[in-house]
Antibody, heavy 119, light 108 residues
């Protein structure tokens, strides 16, 4: 049974750096083809894919946010972290962690963490 | 980057009616790597359809997907009250794995 859960701060100030962590179970990021990614959704708005890391450390980023994002994995802890620099109120959103395999959709989602950017 | 355009933005129908949602890609999707997600208010998105036409585990057969290349359709044959939600398409064949802007299916 695959589960994912996001953790991190729920309130950050403008210009600060956000780090959110995904803790998962039911699969391994050492397994060929497996990846974990991040998707966000501002209140009342559309889903936006942010980043994804694969088992072989291949990292993919949204082109519009690439300069601000870093995704890392810790396979020993079954965790993936996403860092986003220079946070702005427009980055207020629910941030979801997702499971994906090569040539497959995002099939398992965490419950998400709502991050508010405000002074 | 592949841009996905969904239409209509909002669809107002009654229970029992048939719903047809569209998703158009800015260029052809390899292997038809197109998925549809359903999201009810306050809930996490749920995978409905992948590979343009394959139902995910546990999805009722009133949901069907069709299309290929650049034009895709999600059809709900007979709307149940629990089907009124936000529907988003996504392409997962090529990074960046873009989403459409969503279609809100609301009760008329």
């Amino acid at each position: 049974q695959i589960t994912l859960k996001e953790s991190g701060p729920t309130l950050v100030k403008p210009t600060q750096t956000l780090t959110v962590t995904c803790s998962f179970s039911g699969f391994s990021l050492n397994t060929n083809g497996v990846g974990v990614g991040w998707i966000r959704q501002p209140p009342g708005k559309a889903l936006e894919w942010l980043a994804l890391i694969y088992w072989d450390d291949d990292r993919r980023y949204s082109p519009s946010l690439k300069t601000r994002l870093t995704i890392t994995k810790d396979t020993s802890k079954n965790q993936v972290a996403l860092t986003m620099t220079t946070m702005d109120p427009e980055d207020t959103a629910r941030y979801y962690c997702v499971h994906k395999e090569v040539a497959a959709p995002f099939d398992f989602w965490g419950q998400g963490i709502l991050v508010t950017v405000s002074s | 980057e592949i841009v996905l355009t969904q239409s209509p933005g909002t669809l107002s129908l009654s229970p029992g009616e048939r719903a047809t949602l569209s998703c158009r890609a800015s260029r052809s999707l390899s292997n038809d790597y197109l998925a549809w997600y359903q999201q009810k208010p306050g809930q996490t998105p749920r995978l409905l359809i992948y590979g343009a036409s394959r139902r995910a585990t546990g999805i009722p057969d009133r949901f069907s997907g069709s299309g290929s290349g650049t034009d895709f359709t999600l059809t709900i044959s007979r709307l149940e009250p629990e089907d009124f939600a936000l529907y988003s398409c996504q392409q997962y064949g090529r990074s960046p794995y873009t989403f459409g802007q969503g279609t809100k299916l609301e009760i008329k």
